[in-house]
């Protein structure tokens, strides 16, 4: 952690400043929990009464915000929340390991490295593969044959990638992670299952994000494909041969069925599942748990799931619901005995 | 990857050729994306306009489809699905690593190993532990003491089994999978938790296949079973006292609580949740994010979920869903009330 | 497994005894298992017919239900679930590995290792950990840099701590977890994400238990923390910032979104999903495949979810529920219509 000024950060920032440019930040913290030699962000106006009860030593606002705090420090920022981040990353400075080849690590003499890697101890690296500059992989990360790992990209420990496993630049994959396994694929004969054989692969672009213990599956044929940008949190399931667009972000918990295509800038919220086969269009916006079973064409919000209740209410409604069709058929038969009169 | 002829394949899949014996076949592709040397397939009619544009060099085909696709080589299949299975098979045939025990594997004195095992970098094997002929280990797997695993089974990289864990053959276990952890289960105890020690095991068939970071709990007492040819796909919960008959199939992210008996031949779709304590009857299809919360008698698809709408009609009925028995109570006063008159 | 006396195993449980003081117990099985040799439990008057057939020894049952089953060997108790839960520990006492430094794990000079610990093969520990005297560390865990772990605490294999994890005494992590991977949060920034960096930590109280392959995200600043006597089965998400209180329980695939503040003793039912932001209080029982996505304020029982039907009869309800408020809508004119006549 560094300690910055605050004149320093409103250039880092590309903010105005107001107040003691000397003034040393030590720290980000939230409007609640700040300290004096924190700086806080307020987004907007519902949080002025935490604004105005804040410790911290100075704050990033809009210029409206401002207004109604003055005699304070402040840098005015037309996205306080970018701004946030952006003093985050000043504050904390990546802490990249030195690098180095740990000598407990196992890698094929076929395997190229390039300068400047870190490879960490009891990872193991197969034939053929190719790791690019400034790239940290973590301990216990197994490799296997003819994967590519591009710049600065981050392995944390335990990460798994298959065969052909092919990542960008300035990705980061979290423990656990595991790439390229088979996708679910059989087909019936005679009561069981014939496995298809999935020969296909996993291509990640640039400045992907994967959380931990996220699977995605091999295709079974070309390639499941992560496009630049596309941040994926923990515990998300990518069947074989889906496509994501380019900076579609999705929450934890989500199911992506084979061959699923999803646009790009999309927001997929947590514990959703998404059939396979079908299309999602640019800019589509799924609020959590939703279930979408068929394509959707154009931008929006959408939405689907059942909200809590108290039990004994739900377990009335959801009696009911199994009885809707027989409702809204009695409905008919009353609007018709009413018009007949 | 082979090239074959297309009078082979004939042969391997039982298929009638329509056109060049000696047709060299050196690749599988879908019907879009199919180039000169590849070969096709397609299940139905609704086909029929993606097979009059493939630029496959051949294609498997019922006898029907056949019919109206004259002048191409074609196979001529009952199951051209199964068959693309198969074709994939030949033209692809699995590359095992050759036997090994790799220097970095640490393997307790008292574990038995078969011949012609493969055992990679970073194993750690436990005691008394049995593995069979032809068995593959790959990199970072834990097997811990008292386990057995059957010939031919495959385990992919940091696979963790538990003690006791039995896995029959031709099985594979996809990285990440955990196999044996304790079983969730507590009594309560003056408003704490005393935990219930969970001493059965796991228990695999012949066949299983198991998807990446699939987790499969030990019994409290006994097993958790799962019955020859079951097929998981990833990122599945199977808790304590499970049994999954054989040659079902369960879509990834699905939850299914302790002691649930699920039948033969099922299929279970992706993201749905099984309650505890109760039984699916065999030959049960449950769609995509069902709940099942009591058993099952009978053969049949059964469903469940709301599939996304617009947010705005999705909010506007929800309300309405939290409503419904009102509503019903409604309509049957409406009912009483137009009798009477 | 050791055996004991019946007259042992009262005074464990606290029992009154009924029959045979010296009647050697061996296992523990269900009612419908159970053999010779072994003590089974029954908590209710409901499963009085497999009582009444059950093979065991020796049972566990309440002073009442003991009334209908004279004649036998009983233990009376009030409470035979638990009972049965301090039988199956007498039983099958603990076995945790001899206390050992494997040759084969990487553990940095600046880390701090207590007397009493147990560090198997392949175990990478960081820059001054702290393990506390009897922790066991299984095969394949990496420990990253300055973390620390309680007394007793047991960590199965292939689990994972990023930097700066504290965990507490009398905890149980199973493969698979990972704890402090980076919570999901990102700024908009021109059709972009730019990563918001997580600074913060993941700390666990005393006797914490976690399932398979959960996983629980670091801060973005402050701690994600999990009080004391918290349950967490396999697969679930604890996104970053959230607190969950003493005692609560949460059953596997449960996806816990980013600074959701859940109470003391609650139950959240498998596969539920609870949105971010948001508070639950003590004692809230939620079941299973529930949507939280608001606050909820006092202790009770709260679902949601839709149980399967039949997939035709699914099909036309799912139809009329997309029309919810328009039937709404007709029941109130059809209401107006009749009090206007």
């Not at 740990?102 to 960490?120: G, K, M, R, W, Y």
């Not at 630049?228 to 992506?256: F, P, R, S, W, Y």
Request: hydrophobic content about 40%; aromatic content about 4%.
């Amino acid at each position: 952690m560094a300690a910055l000024s605050l004149s320093e950060l409103a250039n880092i920032i590309g903010a105005e400043l107001q107040g003691d440019n000397n003034l040393k930040i030590r720290n980000v913290s939230s409007l609640e929990t700040a300290k004096k030699g924190d700086i806080s962000f307020a987004t907007g106006r519902k949080y002025l009464p935490q604004l105005l009860k804040c410790q911290a030593s100075a704050v990033i606002l809009t210029a409206e915000l401002a207004n109604s705090y003055n005699g304070h420090n402040v840098l005015i920022s037309k996205s306080p929340y970018l701004a946030y981040a952006q003093v985050v990353a000043a504050l904390y400075p990546d802490q990249r390991p030195v690098a180095n080849i740990h000598p407990a690590s196992i890698i094929d003499e076929s395997a190229e490295l390039a300068e400047n890697v870190s490879i960490a101890a009891n990872v193991v690296i197969g034939k053929a593969v190719k790791i690019a500059k400034g790239v940290v992989i973590s301990a216990g990360c197994v490799i296997d044959d003819n994967s590519s790992i591009g710049e600065n990209t981050y392995l944390y420990a335990n990460v798994t990638l298959y065969p052909n496993t092919q990542i960008g630049n300035h990705c980061r994959l979290h423990s656990g992670v595991v790439l390229g396994a088979d996708g679910f694929g059989y087909a019936p004969n005679k009561g069981e299952w014939y496995k298809i054989k999935q020969v296909g692969n996993v291509v990640l672009g640039n400045n992907v994000e994967i959380g931990a213990n996220t699977t995605i599956d091999c295709a079974a044929l070309g390639s499941t494909y992560i496009a630049d940008g596309v941040k994926l949190d923990n515990l998300i399931q990518v069947g074989h041969n889906v496509h994501i667009g380019e900076n579609t972000a999705v929450a934890a918990c989500v199911a992506i069925a084979g061959s699923a295509t999803i646009g790009k800038r999309c927001q997929i919220g947590g514990a959703s599942a998404i059939a396979g086969h079908l299309s999602i269009a640019d800019d589509v916006i799924i609020t959590g748990m939703s279930m979408v079973i068929s394509s959707i064409d154009s931008a929006g919000v959408y939405s689907s799931g059942m909200p809590v209740n108290e039990n004994r209410q739900w377990r009335k409604n959801i009696i009911r619901f199994t009885q809707l069709d027989k409702m809204a058929q009695k409905i008919r038969a009353l609007e018709k005995r009413i018009k007949n009169r």
